[in-house]
């Protein structure tokens, strides 16, 4: 599976998926012929529901703002029990986005970066970064109206049919408090370390239930 790339207006988790981490939002021409295997996605989607289209375009500079909101909500659980003033926290989570977002640019230069949309509606992000030995799923995160439809699921076990038949593990950082762990511990994940507030996780093909 690789990713197709679409046009600007094309149709191109709770668990599902609030988001895990582990990027330049602008894909490169070179980039493009990595990314054939977003077909297949959309194939798959077409057949679960005609009634859902699900589909990836290229980011542009003017998704910043769809990006950075994205990214706040992937944070709001942390904020919860906070009193910061509002302005404070938009500041915060601004410059906690652009430097994880420089940050996925210096260490996954080539990887995969899509919006993810449901019909013509941007509803989340989805960054991927395909090695010879590995797959590491950098960023799948969706806006939290679009969570627990079974959307972010059905993306994770689409990457993971492409894995098994590359025979490759799928790797990635989560921050240990996320929803979203126990998605990936019920489909095979293991933690392989921890770090501060995150967790390293891999799933290797040989052990897929």
Known sequence: MRFRASS???????????CHEVAGVRADVGQQATLSGMDHLQEKFHMLDQCRKISFRIIHADDQMFL???????RA???????WPEDEKRDFLR???DAQDLHYQRVFPKAVRRIICLDDID?????VDRRDDEMHIIELSLLPAFQGRGIGTDILRSLLN???GGKVPVRLKVERQN???RLYQRHGFSTISASGHHLSME???DRRG
């Open 8 to 18: 600007r207006h094309e149709a191109d988790p709770s668990d599902d998926t609030g």
């Open 68 to 74: 950075r909101n994205l990214y706040a909500t992937t």
């Open 179 to 181: 929803p979203a762990v």
């Open 162 to 164: 492409e894995a098994h």
């Open 203 to 205: 799933w290797h093909p």
């Open 95 to 97: 410059r906690q986005f």
């Open 123 to 127: 509803i989340g992000r989805l960054y």
């Open 77 to 83: 659980w942390e904020f919860a029990l906070t009193i």
